[in-house]
């Protein structure tokens, strides 16, 4: 579901966004500086870093249909950038001089709004590049704002847990308690829902009590403003700091202070994948809007890029030949190789030494590493071992054609203990005993209450799995024999 393509190391301080165009992801940081790449090879940009801030970057983003990237910080001030050539085309100050923490732009350009540590949120002219109207809400910092598709509604989040929505002209529509002790994000799918000839919007948010929430919002002068709670995800262990839709609606990812970023269906709220890469809290989290690409920010000071699904249109740019071939295959070199392409050269000796293969590889753990191969740093061996599971990842991605109804629709891996549901579908069974001890009593692929929480082993499936198995095994130990 998800392919380690490269990471972004340039920032000397914690990413707090990523941001995509159809062109370009930009960073921002920390550090002050904004860092802008090209997605052709994922290279820095020869205008890049962005440096005009004087204080923290909080967010960044790229205009929907202009070559514009703005940025805001603590200094108060959001900064229009040309992305064709960095140059600063406006500054535009807080009125009140506020930390800025978000800016987000309309759907058309029309507008940018920014939202302020005190509270207030402005709208401001992009054509024009000046003050247009602002409001502010009635308790904590503005940390989170969205626009509608249409960009006709405006939804903010504040630091003590409210949505607000507000319109065109930033009238309060409807104030809410979205999540306790604080809001972190919310983003709004590009696609809408019609149901019984009423449009919805769908919107995100997550927050401080680690949940993500799906809502689902009409807003229309005849009817009014309606907004009502449709899903609430689990699966993160800690506060959820971002949260982003696919460009078809279709999937949504989010970033935690566990340290993970977990991919689900929108449909369903189904747990597709869970990244565990980054070493620190994952603040932020984007999907591009014209390739299947993730990015991913974290106070580890790195940005990482993901390819999603199994598109062929977007090269790797790593170790390309590490997803071509079996990696049990590979011979002291080419693991060598592979520690040097993921920065762990000083390594490369120790598993010379000790005649480290492609098999052996993949069966590390920490203990091997601190007790066998003797590597004393905690943080060298924690990172080995991430990198290890990234590489399982990878290899297990590689099985060629696995058939649909041996995935759990859960965790979308491989099942090796399936049950029969009281809904009719078979799911690995430590997958859907955790979704019910969630307090989940409803069905993970249709949203409707299970009748019942008995769980029957699928001995037929089970079967054919297991020949399945066998089958792989057999071809793939005639190909070790071939390569020989």
Same mark, same amino acid.
């Given at each position: 579901m998800a392919r380690f393509i490269c990471e972004l190391k340039d920032h000397t301080d914690d990413v707090n966004c990523c941001s995509f165009s159809d062109s370009y992801v930009a960073t921002c940081s920390l550090d002050k500086t904004i860092r802008v790449y090209s997605l052709k090879d994922f290279k820095e940009l020869p205008f890049s870093p962005l440096k005009g801030h004087t204080y923290a970057v909080h967010w960044c983003c790229?205009?929907?249909?202009?070559?514009?990237?703005?940025?805001?910080?603590?200094?108060?001030?959001t900064i229009l950038w040309s992305m064709h050539n960095g140059q600063m085309l406006?500054?535009?100050?807080?009125?009140?001089?506020?930390?800025?923490?978000?800016?987000?732009?309309?759907?058309?350009?029309?507008?940018?709004?920014?939202?302020?540590?005190?509270? =207030?949120?402005?709208?401001?002219?992009?054509?024009?590049?000046?003050?247009?109207?602002?409001?502010?809400?009635?308790?904590?910092?503005?940390?989170?704002?969205?626009?509608?598709?249409?960009?006709?509604?405006?939804?903010?989040?504040?630091?003590?847990?409210?949505l607000t929505a507000w319109d065109e002209s930033l009238k309060c529509l409807y104030n809410e308690k979205g999540h306790d002790l604080g809001v972190t994000c919310c983003d709004f799918s590009s696609q809408t829902l019609t149901e019984h000839g009423i449009e919805y919007y769908q919107m995100a948010s997550?927050?401080?009590?680690?949940?993500?929430?799906?809502?689902?919002?009409?807003?229309?002068?005849?009817?009014?403003?309606d907004m009502r709670c449709q899903l609430t995800l689990g699966g993160h262990s800690s506060p959820v700091l971002s949260c982003s839709f696919s460009s078809d609606g279709q999937l949504l990812v989010s970033g935690s202070v566990d340290k993970s970023v977990i991919i689900y269906t929108v449909k369903t709220g189904c747990i597709l994948h869970i990244l565990t890469h980054h070493t620190r809290y994952v603040t932020s989290c984007a999907l591009a809007p014209k390739h299947p690409l993730l990015a991913t920010g974290s106070m580890d000071k790195t940005a990482t890029i993901w390819k999603l699904g199994h598109s062929e249109d977007i090269p790797d740019f790593t170790a390309e030949s590490r997803m071509q071939m079996d990696v049990e295959t590979w011979s002291e070199?080419?693991?060598?190789?592979?520690?040097?392409?993921?920065?762990?050269?000083?390594?490369?000796?120790?598993?010379?030494?000790?005649?480290?293969?492609?098999?052996?590889?993949?069966?590390?753990?920490?203990?091997?590493?601190?007790?066998?191969?003797?590597?004393? =740093?905690?943080?060298?061996?924690?990172?080995?071992?991430?990198?290890?599971?990234?590489?399982?990842?990878?290899?297990?991605?590689?099985? =060629?054609?696995?058939?649909?109804?041996?995935?759990?629709?859960?965790?979308w891996e491989l099942m090796t203990d399936p049950v029969i549901a009281s809904d009719g579908y078979s799911y690995e069974r430590k997958a859907i005993e955790d979704w019910i001890s969630r307090k989940k009593r409803t069905s993970p692929m249709t949203n409707l209450p299970l009748e019942n929480l008995l769980l029957t082993p699928n001995r037929t499936l089970k079967m054919a799995l297991n020949r399945w198995l066998e089958r792989q095994n057999h071809r793939e130990a005639k190909q070790m024999t071939l390569h020989r």
């Open positions: 790229f205009a929907p249909d202009k070559p514009i990237l703005a940025s805001c910080s603590t200094d108060g001030k406006a500054v535009l100050e807080q009125p009140s001089g506020s930390p800025v923490r978000v800016c987000r732009y309309s759907s058309i350009s029309n507008y940018l709004a920014t939202g302020g540590s005190d509270g =207030s949120i402005v709208l401001w002219n992009v054509q024009q590049m000046k003050f247009h109207r602002s409001a502010t809400v009635k308790d904590g910092s503005i940390v989170a704002c969205a626009f509608s598709p249409h960009g006709n509604l405006l939804i903010t989040g504040s630091s003590c847990g409210d997550c927050g401080q009590d680690n949940e993500i929430r799906v809502w689902l919002i009409s807003f229309s002068d005849a009817r009014g403003f070199e080419k693991v060598a190789t592979w520690l040097s392409q993921e920065g762990l050269n000083e390594v490369e000796h120790i598993f010379k030494a000790n005649n480290i293969d492609g098999k052996e590889l993949l069966h590390l753990t920490k203990d091997n590493l601190l007790n066998d191969l003797k590597i004393e =740093s905690l943080g060298l061996r924690n990172k080995l071992v991430r990198r290890i599971q990234d590489l399982k990842g990878s290899a297990k991605a590689e099985l =060629s054609n696995i058939p649909n109804e041996f995935l759990c629709p859960i965790t």
